[in-house]
């Protein structure tokens, strides 16, 4: 495994550390022949024992990765004792992420504190409060069973090992816990960090001028443990300014159901707080074709008030969250826009969370899953009907709370398949391949231009006066 590693620095801490345990060792040989020797023995443990039991005075961050156009920085990451949650930062030549991770209870990985810097924007902007999976729903068709995948109990994150990763671009890193005012570091890593090569981001040929330009995305994943299936959740800050969200289900079939289908409903919350303001609104995009299919029209719908949303993909739909006042330099409201990820189908059923696709909520005291009551969802099970619909109460939306929530139910539906099968078994109860849901968000006006850079156009553009080509643009 050919990982990235980054020399640590000495601090007062570790050469201490260092001379006593040096001293200690010539010492206790020395201990029965010299009277010193046991006075320094015992003054150097007492020592140890002091920078020990405090944290160090500076924090140092560490590159855990850097790769070609990618490098990934962990925070405070020198010492025993540790000034702060995980923090991870992504700089991009273009473009630069800073966002924290936590292990929150029975919903495993949230990414908190989100912001981006990129395009015209010289410091850090304030995008997303936290985001994280609120269950993992798993009826049957049949009904014969019906699963809560996140109601098993806290702490279900797997450890992840050197062998998850490629061999290059990619770190393990580890949750944090607070401790006597300090943080620190989980015994074993539950976090991979990949930097991947996603593609081209933008290219342009022209007669005697192509131009192009490859991106990457850094993927931060985990794995929580449901018995029989494991979770990947995965969340992908990208070089263009967007994020993804996903959920993959693999694992094995549950033993004495392998052949029955099912469906995995991620339901997922993201609190934004656009620019770390308040006047964030909310809207519905729609494309709506005329009775002929011949001509559009765009549309971008105010949502008042809290309320559900379905996804119409014969209209383009997607929700938008912009500021109200905050603009770019042509004087249009910037914001993002939630897409659906691969949406192969949705999920609805008798259970009344799953009902729509997307609820839209104020983001009030003590409903992000911290509260009591029902509201401690996060380490307490509670059926989500219990607390969604207690916060789908017609408020004005953004007219209170701390920004705009966003619950989205994503759906894998999972015919069991020959491919199930160990090799030889017949019985489907081999390992499933991966099956992935999820949504992404998007950019929409926050940049003032294209925040991978790039020229105006590529060539001479002389084929746009062409009159041959110009008979061919005419549908």
């Not at 001379?19 to 020797?37: D, H, K, M, Q």
């Not at 936590?102 to 989100?114: F, S, T, Y």
């Not at 069991?416 to 099968?421: G, K, L």
């Amino acid at each position: 495994m050919n990982l990235p590693t980054t020399p640590l620095p000495p601090t007062p801490l570790t050469f201490s550390l260092s001379v006593c345990a040096a001293t200690i060792v010539v010492a206790a040989w020395r201990l029965g022949r010299r009277r010193s020797a046991r006075f320094l023995l015992v003054g150097c443990t007492a020592l140890a024992i002091f920078f020990l039991t405090i944290p160090s005075a500076g924090a140092a961050d560490v590159m855990i990765i850097n790769g070609a156009g990618c490098q990934v920085t962990e925070e405070d990451a020198i010492g025993i004792f540790l000034h702060q949650d995980l923090y991870l930062r992504v700089d991009y030549p273009n473009t630069h992420w800073r966002f924290g991770l936590r292990n929150m209870g029975m919903k495993g990985p949230q990414a908190l504190d989100i912001s981006i810097q990129g395009a015209q924007y010289t410091s850090p902007q304030y995008i997303i409060k936290r985001a994280g999976m609120a269950e993992m729903f798993v009826p049957y068709d049949d009904r014969s069973e019906t699963y809560y995948d996140m109601s098993f109990g806290n702490n279900r994150m797997d450890q992840m090992d050197p062998a998850d990763l490629p061999a290059t671009n990619a770190a393990l890193v580890s949750f944090r816990t607070l401790q006597s005012g300090h943080y620190v570091r989980d015994s074993v890593p539950k976090v991979a960090v990949e930097c991947r090569d996603e593609g081209v981001g933008w290219l342009c040929k022209e007669p005697g001028n192509h131009v192009r330009r490859r991106i990457q995305e850094v993927v931060v994943w985990a794995v929580f443990d449901a018995y029989n299936y494991d979770y990947i959740i995965e969340y992908t800050f990208h070089e263009d300014g967007r994020i993804t969200f996903r959920s993959g289900a693999t694992g094995y079939n549950l033993p004495g159901a392998t052949s029955k289908p099912h469906v995995h409903n991620g339901f997922w919350r993201v609190s934004t707080k656009l620019l770390g303001r308040d006047d964030n609104e909310a809207l519905e995009f729609v494309h709506v074709e005329d009775a002929s299919g011949y001509i559009a029209t765009d549309s971008l719908l105010p949502i008042p008030n809290e309320e559900t949303a379905d996804w119409n993909p014969l209209q383009f739909s997607s929700l938008l969250v912009q500021s109200q006042t905050q603009t770019d330099d042509y004087g249009h409201l910037v914001g993002y826009q939630f897409y659906p990820y691969n949406r192969q189908g949705t999920g609805h059923f008798q259970e009344t969370f799953t009902q729509h696709d997307q609820d839209l909520t104020n983001d009030n005291a003590g409903e992000d899953g911290t509260g009591s009551g029902i509201n401690n969802w996060l380490y307490s099970w509670y059926n989500p009907n219990s607390y969604l619909l207690s916060y789908l109460n017609g408020q004005s939306l953004g007219g209170t709370g701390d920004g705009i929530v966003l619950w989205y139910v994503g759906s894998a539906h999972h015919e069991p398949t020959d491919a199930d099968n160990q090799m030889g078994s017949g019985s489907r109860t081999g390992i499933t391949l991966v099956h992935w849901s999820g949504f992404e968000m998007v950019p929409h006006n926050f940049f003032d231009y294209n925040p991978l850079g790039g020229p105006s156009r590529c060539g001479s553009g002389e084929d746009l006066n062409d009159t041959k080509f110009l008979g061919m643009h005419q549908h």
